[in-house]
C-alpha cells in the first residue's frame, strides 16, 4: 500500500518562504512522477508543480513559476516544494500526489494521472 504524508505547512507572511515536504512509502519512490496540487476555500483543486521520476524534468503552473521550486529525493523517498516570495493568494492546501508510471520524461499535470494522493497541508500567507 502506497502512502503519502505532507508535513512543514504553517504560517508565513507575505514575501517570506516555505518548504513543504511529502514523504512516500510502499514502492519504489525513484520510479514515481510526483505533483503538488493546492485547494484554496471555495475553490477547486488546481496544478502547482510536476517531476518527472528521474527528477529531470519539472513542469510548474504559470502563477507559480520563478517563485516555487518542486524536487525530488529518491535516497529519502520524499517530494519537496520549496515556496519564496509567498503572497496571499498562495494561502491553500496543499496535496502531493504519486504517480507511479511513465517514462522519465512523463511529468503529469493533470489530477486523474495520480494514483495516489496525501491528505494535504494547510499553508496560509498572511498580507
Known amino acids: 500500500q502506497v502512502q503519502l504524508v505532507e508535513s512543514g505547512g504553517g504560517l508565513v507572511q507575505a514575501g517570506g518562504s516555505l518548504r513543504i515536504s511529502c514523504a512516500v512509502s510502499g514502492r519504489t519512490f525513484s520510479n514515481y512522477a510526483m505533483g503538488w496540487f493546492r485547494q484554496a476555500p471555495g475553490k477547486e483543486r488546481e496544478f502547482v508543480a510536476a517531476?518527472?521520476?528521474?527528477?529531470?524534468?519539472?513542469v510548474y503552473a504559470d502563477s507559480v513559476k520563478g517563485r516555487f521550486t518542486i524536487s525530488k529525493d529518491n535516497a529519502k523517498n520524499t517530494a519537496f516544494l520549496q515556496m519564496n516570495s509567498l503572497e496571499p493568494e498562495d494561502t491553500a492546501v496543499y496535496y502531493c500526489?504519486?504517480?507511479?508510471?511513465?517514462?522519465?520524461?512523463?511529468?503529469?499535470?493533470?489530477?486523474?494521472?495520480?494514483?495516489?494522493w496525501g491528505q494535504g497541508t494547510q499553508v496560509t500567507v498572511s498580507s
Open positions: 500526489a504519486a504517480d507511479p508510471s511513465g517514462s522519465p520524461s512523463y511529468v503529469p499535470t493533470r489530477q486523474r494521472q495520480y494514483d495516489y
Open positions: 517531476i518527472g521520476w528521474s527528477g529531470g524534468k519539472t
